[in-house]
């Protein structure tokens, strides 16, 4: 299962985080800004979204109305400290499914996740991505043109496949790091340059080497 915390309390984030992987065995992505909260979430899929109420740059509730407003469909969880009614009303108005003050025990979180996932509610995220004469399919892994395929690494598949999710835009080689490898892993932004590499060459047998653009001390990206 793939959750997004937003929480901008650094020990309270760390704790949540830590216990949702070690002792869930969920894969998590951890974000303290309302901003990075709304790109997180629009760039990839996640089984539920945990907002912190308060966040610098864009409040649980402000991203929560951003996001539903522009149609996202999948699971909000709202934290936060605020205990009144009108406060429960101003996030659940918002668009949140459930909501948990703090303090709270970790089992009674994983008891609410458990309870939205299986309302089944989340969006279905499409098996192929399109892109100009090519077909990325998300269950076999495999890149397409029509006329010939090649299998992708895991690593090739997650990196082409958030780059489409985002052509347009350039991804710094840090964000790229933390969604595909994860904020704790032991490695380098020179494995980003190696997968790139890796599948420049695959891309190359296509005739679409350039596809994919490196820009100078940031990051990568695919043109719309």
């Given at each position: ?7 901008d309390?650094?020990k ?12 869930a065995?969920?894969q998590?992505?951890?974000v ?10 629009t760039?990839?899929?996640y089984d539920?979204?945990?907002?912190d ?8 509730v ?15 969880l709202?934290l ?20 948990l ?21 989340a ?8 892109y ?12 397409s043109d ?11 598949f ?52 350039d596809?994919?653009?490196s820009?100078?001390g ?7």
């Open positions: 299962m793939n959750i997004l915390l937003a929480e309390d650094l309270l984030g760390e704790l949540i985080g830590y216990m949702l992987k070690k002792k065995g969920y998590v992505d951890w303290k800004e309302g901003e990075d909260a709304y790109f997180y979430s760039s990839s899929h539920v979204l945990i907002l109420w308060m966040m610098p740059n864009g409040t649980g402000e991203v929560c109305r951003r996001l539903r407003k522009e149609g996202y469909a999948g699971a909000i709202m936060t400290a605020k205990d009144s009614v009108e406060d429960r009303i101003n996030g659940l108005d918002a668009g949140a499914d459930d909501y003050i703090k303090p709270f025990e970790i089992d009674e979180l994983l008891a609410r996740i458990r309870a939205l996932t299986r309302r089944n509610f969006p279905i995220v499409e098996d192929e991505v399109h100009r004469d090519l077909v990325l399919s998300r269950i076999s892994q495999m890149l029509g006329n010939k395929e090649i299998q992708l690494s895991p690593r090739e997650q990196l082409l496949d958030l780059l489409l999710q985002n052509r347009g835009q350039v991804l710094p080689r840090e964000l790229i790091l933390e969604r595909i490898w994860g904020v704790d892993a032991d490695v380098s932004t020179k494995t980003i340059d190696a997968t790139v590499k890796l599948l420049r060459k695959k891309l190359d047998s296509f005739g679409k080497y596809l994919l653009q820009i100078r940031v990051g990568y990206k695919i043109e719309n």
